[in-house]
């Protein structure tokens, strides 16, 4: 049985995410802690990404702890010099000095970089720049930087340390891998699976930190909500938390963040359970510092939720699943294979007249079933001008307009087709797209990453142009794209941060902001009349890193797949209100 709250404040109801017995949903949002380490045996810094603060926390007497204020989105933190922590914050290129006592030592601009993890190596900062895809070097002044050869096209790049004179560890999140890179670019050691997301024996899911000890490394496999240890031999000595053990008890983790060692201690930041805990070198936890009453339920990193005539419809993307269940949480289905193969990382669901449609989306396939439950599957195969299109990576996949929509961020294209024949009627690609689709049915535009599209009643195209931080919209008959940018009440002007689904509400738009954390509801103009996302966080009216929103078939409800929160929430539209929009900016 699927878990189902339905008795959450302004009617929201949750499922798939539970909480400790005896405990309620909590009110406050968390944190977000990003990193902490030991400044002194009994000094423990810790840093919040979203309040902007960093906390002093005394091992010996938990009730004295300090707040320092003035941070903006602090990422990583590593010891700079004896005593002393420098804390990174890639939005606006700083560097922050903090000692034990909680006094700011100072700050060091980097022009033109956002460095999310910086570290001293030699007489320089070792840095990784997230944001331009890099690994740099720059000079202790900050005033000059050198770009370190890559030893394949970096994709994420969250934390890189020191192992020696000439060797740095590199986590990149999106390729799936920690590497030990030499400074000419050779990859020395390595573990993970490139590009293939997984618990499995050898396999990561978007690691964030991972730090040198002399016997192997330690790596905070996040999205496994686990933590390794492993030999410099790729050997995994042992491991602590992992899927089938998320939450807070005992040998338990959520979103595990970063690492830190000193001497035989341990210290993991446990992010999703707002806590710190302490471990010993054997991966033993000997002491927490913080608390959480959140236990995941039965999905992970699902991306989308669709209300269908006999319950919901889930794309469960990390199970590798897509799961049907009764509006009362009974009835559960798991499909995780069709045609004879499992399915991979399945970015979408959906019910469009009748049949169920799943993008399959690391197998490049566009699935369709009669029935909702049914076992007998077809794959939908596309053309354009009587040529094939092989699709890579499909995401989104609607109703709208003459035909369906299938948006594919590998082919970097919104494609527009005939389910009957599969003939593409029309393809709307970046700029950067390849030969595959040049056809006179095809229009170029300054588009990049777009996970979702939809078209208007007056044929106007609306893409989550995500790559680009961007609402886009093409009126029909014109040739250039206009740049909608969420403007309050007051006028300010609330930018996107990677914008991923966009969905029709009567004559505005409903647009999940994950870069932000929040849904947002606007006009064409870009007016904001109603917000649902406090901040990051799960807290009832929190949310993290939302991947899709629709609005349901009665019009007064929307559906979330709330992503980083392991939960997916149908929403009231009324509990949308333009003065909730209390976000920061920052990604995720």
């Known amino acids: 049985m699927v ?66 204020a003035g941070l903006t989105g ?106 030990v890179v030499s400074l000419t670019g050779e990859v020395v050691w390595q573990y993970g699976r490139s590009n293939h997301p997984s618990s499995e024996e050898g396999c990561l899911t978007s690691p964030e930190h991972a730090i040198p000890l002399p016997s192997g490394v330690v790596i905070a ?24 053990r998320v939450g807070s008890g005992p040998g338990r983790l959520w979103h595990p963040t970063s690492v830190s060692a000193h001497g035989s201690l341990l210290l993991i930041t446990d992010t999703g359970n707002d806590r710190i805990l302490e471990a010993d070198l054997d991966g033993r936890v000997t002491a927490v510092h913080g608390d959480s009453r959140v236990e995941a339920g039965v999905f992970h990193l699902p991306r989308s939720l669709e209300a269908t005539p006999a319950g919901y419809l889930v794309a469960d993307s990390y199970n590798n699943r897509v799961t049907s269940f009764g509006a009362d949480g009974r009835d559960v289905v798991h499909t995780a294979s069709a045609l004879g193969r499992k399915l991979f990382w399945p970015r979408n669901a959906s019910v469009i007249d009748g049949s169920t449609v799943v993008s399959d989306s690391r197998n490049g396939r566009l699935l369709l079933s009669p029935g909702q439950d049914a076992d ?4 939908l195969r596309l053309s354009l001008a009587g040529r094939p299109v092989g699709l890579i990576d499909p995401h989104a996949v609607r109703k709208s307009g003459p035909g369906w929509l299938v948006t594919d961020t590998g082919l970097n294209a919104v494609l527009l087709f005939d389910p009957r024949t599969g003939e593409v009627l029309h393809a709307w690609c970046g700029e950067r797209t390849g030969a595959a689709l040049s056809s006179g049915e095809v229009t170029l535009l300054p588009l990049d990453d777009v996970h979702d599209a939809v078209i208007d009643d007056e044929r106007t195209v609306w893409f989550a142009n995500t790559g680009h931080d961007r609402l886009c919209a093409l009126p029909y008959g014109e040739s250039r794209l206009r740049n909608i940018t969420p403007r309050r009440a007051a006028g300010t002007e609330s930018p996107f941060i990677s914008p991923r689904s966009v969905d029709l509400v009567g004559g505005q738009l409903l647009v999940t902001d994950s870069g932000n954390h929040r849904v947002v509801r606007l006009t064409p103009s870009g007016a904001v009349t109603g917000v649902y996302g406090r901040r990051r966080g799960h807290a009832v009216d929190s949310l993290s890193d939302p991947r899709l929103a629709r609005v349901g078939p009665s019009g007064d409800v929307i559906s979330i797949a709330d992503y980083l929160n392991d939960r997916v929430l149908l929403v009231p539209l009324a509990a949308l209100r333009e003065d909730g929009d209390k976000v920061g900016s920052a990604a995720s």
Not at 10 to 18: D, P, R, S, Y
Not at 124 to 141: C, M, P
Not at 143 to 160: E, G, N
Request: a neutral charge.
């Open 3 to 68: 878990p189902i709250s339905a008795a959450l404040p302004g009617g929201v109801t949750e499922i798939g995410l539970g909480y400790l017995p005896g405990s309620t949903t909590p009110a406050r949002p968390h944190d977000w802690r990003a990193g902490s380490l030991l400044l002194d045996p009994d000094v423990l810094l810790s840093v919040s990404y979203w309040s902007g603060q960093a906390e002093i926390i005394h091992r010996g007497a938990p009730a004295r702890r300090k707040t320092v």
């Open 74 to 179: 602090p990422r990583g933190v590593a010891r700079c010099a004896e005593g002393l922590a420098v804390v990174a914050q890639p939005e606006i290129g700083r560097l922050t000095r903090i000692d034990g006592d909680g006094r700011i030592h100072g700050h060091l601009d980097l022009p033109g970089i956002s460095p999310w993890f910086a570290c001293q190596w030699r007489d320089r900062w070792l840095v990784s720049d997230d944001t331009r895809k890099a690994v740099l070097l720059v000079s202790a002044d900050g005033r000059t930087a050198d770009r370190l050869p890559a030893p394949f096209a970096l994709r994420s790049v969250r934390s890189c340390v020191p192992v020696d004179d000439s060797h740095y560890l590199l986590c990149d999140r999106e390729s799936q891998s920690v590497v």
């Open 221 to 244: 496999d996040t999205r496994n909500h686990r933590v390794l240890f492993v030999d410099w031999n790729g050997k995994l000595v042992w491991s602590l938390g992992g899927v089938g």
């Open 376 to 379: 007998t599957w077809q794959e």
